[in-house]
């Protein structure tokens, strides 16, 4: 390629027996390759019609010529026969807008074009520059409405004299507060001179009014209490107001998640929820519980955690940031258990039942569910993985249409097998 002065991308492109790698060259021993374009070097085409020339020179009117011809013309033709108007503006680079033009006697359509006349084929410089070849435009005069000039008026306020100056503030008050207060005269009113019923009148503490005016400190700095004798000064303004902090927006309140394993303990903060693939012991090691204290705060799971429904969220931390306990994990299960014990029913029914409860739920109950607001008892049913039909069965008082489902009433959600 150095010897014929051919690129890789030309020496591939003129001989396709040339792979795109090259590597085949050794195949072609003996033959013949293309080292130059086959379609010979391509050059710029030279310009066959040249600059536009433009006459400035007005030719002799020939005879004949139609009537209305443009008189200001640089060149005529005669037109001979077979030729049409698009003899005419392609042979001398009109466009037929100016051919009709410069011959307004030749319809658009060039059905009139006459043999043996005359026609204007080149104008006299440019033809834009002819009357009434560009279109008129027209603009509505401008008139000026009449007015009366005024004298001018100086700023009636220029020269208005101040009744009274300025309040100054008083020294090392602060300069960013919401209202200040002054007195021009303290002999009219001497008891407004008094710091502390000041304080008392702008509903603020005295310190929170010394601490605005430092001026009004005593002698010596004490301000271990608030009783020595303090004046204000008249004719200085003191700060009796700041501007008002922003709320802070409260924290929205916690929100558990749904679903929650039933009777978990009162006041959880933390929960998390077993996946398909975790055990008992895995919950255990990723929250850093022991499972005394999470059978505890969760009693639904049984004490051999055979409970533990995939999905369902169980209480992790009571703490209030949901972290850890900071107490051992006795003490914590003690206060657990004294927090989640169920007491005895009112109605006299068999130790273990978790009180309160509606009339008529079965005595063969041995899982209990604590409603809380908002729960419904499809989502109760679906939730611990019993038909609804068996719920309503289990817990008549409740009716057919959930219509009396109780918040704070222990309902049945399993009963023993038969």
């Known amino acids: 390629m150095r010897s014929t002065n051919t690129t890789f991308a030309q020496l591939v492109s003129w001989n396709p027996d040339i792979d795109t790698q090259c590597s085949n060259l050794g195949e072609l021993e003996g033959q013949n390759i293309c080292i130059s374009n086959p379609d010979g070097n391509y050059a710029i085409p030279s310009n066959s019609h040249g600059i536009p020339i433009i006459v400035t020179t007005t030719a002799p009117i020939p005879n004949p010529t139609p009537d209305n011809t443009e008189d200001r013309c640089a060149e005529f033709h005669l037109v001979e026969s077979g030729q049409d108007c698009s003899h005419l503006t392609v042979g001398y680079g009109l466009t037929m807008r100016d051919f009709l033009f410069l011959n307004p006697h030749v319809w658009e359509n060039c059905t009139n074009l006459f043999l043996g006349y005359h026609y204007c084929v080149r104008p006299v410089g440019y033809i834009s520059t002819y009357p009434g070849y560009l279109p008129t435009i027209t603009t509505n005069p401008f008139v000026r409405t009449p007015s009366t000039q005024l004298p001018l008026v100086p700023d009636p306020l220029s020269d208005y004299p101040e009744r009274e100056p300025a309040i100054p503030i008083a020294n090392e008050t602060r300069r960013d507060c919401l209202e200040y207060f002054h007195v021009q005269n303290l002999t009219e009113v001497p008891s407004l001179a008094n710091c502390w019923a000041l304080a008392i009148v702008f509903g603020i503490s005295p310190e929170e009014f010394i601490l605005w005016n ?205």
Not at 251 to 263: E, F, I, K, M, N
Not at 366 to 384: R, S, T
């Open 214 to 418: 430092p001026s009004l400190l005593p002698f010596d700095g004490d301000t271990s209490n608030y009783t020595y004798p303090c004046e204000i000064s008249e004719g200085s303004s003191y700060c009796v107001a700041l501007e008002s902090a922003t709320q802070v927006p409260t924290d929205t309140p916690l929100q558990p998640p749904s679903p929650r394993a039933a009777g978990e303990i009162e006041g959880c903060t933390a929960w998390d929820r077993p996946r398909d693939y975790e055990t008992c012991e895995d919950m255990l090691l990723t929250n850093f519980l022991d499972f005394d204290y999470f059978y505890f705060m969760n009693p639904s799971i049984r004490n051999d955690c055979t409970g533990l429904s995939v999905g369902t969220y169980y209480c992790v931390s009571v703490e209030e940031d949901g972290g850890l306990p900071v107490t051992t994990a006795s003490v914590t299960m003690t206060t657990a258990t004294t927090a989640t014990t169920a007491t005895a029913t009112t109605t006299g029914g068999p130790p273990g039942i978790p009180s309160p409860t509606q009339d008529g739920i079965s005595d063969s109950c041995v899982d209990y569910y604590l409603v809380v607001p908002n729960d419904g008892c499809w989502a109760i049913a679906n939730e611990h993985g019993i038909e609804l039909s068996d719920f309503y069965l289990w817990n008549p008082a409740i009716g057919n249409d959930c219509a009396n489902l109780w918040p704070g009433y222990y309902v049945c959600v399993g009963i023993s097998a038969l």
